[in-house]
């Protein structure tokens, strides 16, 4: 239970800051958007959903993604 809790306290966290980053020019957005979803898209399905839309509207991200976390 706490460890899903985190997870997805977490996954809020970046999602919250991948937003900031997309207007700031210090955060990089779009990476840390695709890993807050990718945290959330275990619990929700419309992350899950957004989170492949993301993926192919930035695959060169998603590959590099892919290749950090072996997903």
């Known amino acids: ?3 899903r809790f985190a997870l997805v306290a ?3 966290i970046l999602v919250a800051l991948g937003v900031a980053g997309l ?4 955060l990089p ?3 840390l958007l695709l890993v807050g979803l990718w ?3 275990s619990e929700y399905d419309w992350a899950r959903r957004l989170s492949l ?3 192919q509207r930035f695959p060169e ?3 590099k993604l892919q ?3 072996g997903t």
């Not at 207007?23 to 210090?26: A, G, I, K, S, V």
């Open 23 to 26: 207007f700031l020019p210090l």
């Open 39 to 41: 945290m959330l898209s």
């Open 67 to 69: 290749r950090l976390f």
């Open 29 to 31: 957005g779009v990476v």
């Open 53 to 55: 839309k993301l993926r």
């Open 61 to 63: 991200v998603s590959r």
């Open 1 to 3: 239970m706490v460890k």
């Open 10 to 12: 977490a996954g809020w």
